[in-house]
Structure formats: C-alpha cells, structure tokens
C-alpha cells in the first residue's frame, strides 16, 4: 500500500500491489470493499494492480465467445462479456461512492474513459471512444482501429466496483482463447506494440496526475450523447 497523494485526496485510498493479485481473491476483497463503503464503514479506493492470466466473463458472456479457455475462467459479476486479464497489462479497480457526486452511471463510465485516454496521451498514443463498441481505442501499427484499454463495471447502491484495463506489454497471443467483449471486427494492441516501453510505475505516475481532472469530472452532468456507454456496465440500486 502507498500512501495517499493529494491528487486523490483524503477521503480515497489509494493501494498499489507489488506482486500479482490472483483474480479470485481480488473480487473478493474488492466486494466486501463496496460493501463497507456504502454502510459507511471504509473509505474510497482506487487499487492498480496485475493479475496471473485470466479469462472474465461478464453478465452478458456468451459460451460460443469463449473459444480456448486455457486459463482459468471466472465469472467477474460485472457487466460486459469475456475479457482477458494477464501479465504485463494494468489494472484500475475504482470504488467510488456516486452518492457524493452525480448519481450519474453513464457520467462514472464516461469519466473513467477520459482518465485513461487523457493518460495515453501523456504516452503519445491517441486514444479514443468509439461509438457502439466499448473501451479504449487506438490506432495500430498497420493503421487500423485496435483496443489497446477494457472497460467494465458494477454499480451497487451506487457505489462502483470494477474498473479498466490498459495493455502495457501483456502477450497479445493470450486474447486468442476468447472474442474480447464480444468483437470480432477488431484487433487488441498495446503500448509495447505501438513502440512505447511503458512501465507499470511509470503508468501510475501519470494516471494519478490525472486524478483530480477525473474525480471533477464525477460531479458534472450527463456526458454528450455517444459517450460513456453502458453495454459494459451495469448498475443496481
């Protein structure tokens, strides 16, 4: 654990884990987490981490989507469909409680969405919403459209859980066992594939400075019309 920056202020924790967090265990903690916030009983929490390989399968995972289940599969309770967790790729689990800013889902999803593509630039990689498809877009090396970041969370009462993704240098061979988040059209890239040797601290460092524009984001309306879309979220009062 670290200690809190003043980017996230006093009322967020902020935990960085050193070494990979198994899947399992991390949704565990990361439910009883949301659990206390909403009683009141803990404070916020933005966690980054890195998993061992893992497939999760979303609300919405359909069987035909899961085409080589070499690694284990574990049913996430998010919404969305399968998406591949593995080395090399960081992971972003935000526990927000909306009830002190806008009780706004598709507001939290547009925000989180910003955070990662305003910390991509810091990189020099364009990052982009796409209209009808989830996560976080890109250019790749052949100049076609790739994600290179997934998106998917959980509302409940009000209080977020789950969070993004964002491919350093994870080995893109490992998105092959599934259809990531359901589409087929397009590739997966990364940071490590676009020629940018990012670190895990080095992405940290830049996502925190990025915080206190994503935590004001939290307390504006509704995002224009496209953005923040809900096909991999879900949210329950």
Known sequence: ???????????????????????????SEMTARNAAIATGEARELVWLLEHPPVYTAGTSAAAAELLDP???????????????????????????????????????????????IATLADFGVEGFRAEGRI????????????????????IRKWVTMHGFSVNLTPDLSHFGGIVPCG??????????????????????????????????ALDRACPPAGGGQLGQSEAAE
């Open 70 to 116: 070499r690694f284990e599969v574990v049913e996430a309770g998010r919404g969305g469909r399968y998406t591949y967790h593995g080395p090399g790729q960081r992971i972003g689990y935000v526990l927000i409680d909306l009830r002190k800013r806008a009780r706004d889902a598709r507001g939290f999803v547009h925000a989180l969405e910003g955070w990662v």
């Open 1 to 27: 654990m670290t200690c809190v920056p003043d980017s996230l202020g006093d009322q967020i924790e902020l935990r960085v884990s050193a070494e990979r967090v198994p899947y399992r265990e991390a949704l």
């Open 135 to 154: 996560g976080i877009w890109t250019r790749d090396v052949d100049g076609r459209e790739a994600k290179i970041g997934a998106i998917g969370v959980r």
């Open 183 to 216: 589409i087929e059209e397009f590739g997966v890239t990364s940071l490590e594939r676009l020629g940018k040797s990012i670190t895990a601290e080095e992405w940290d460092e830049a996502l925190l400075a990025h915080a206190p524009a994503f935590l004001t």
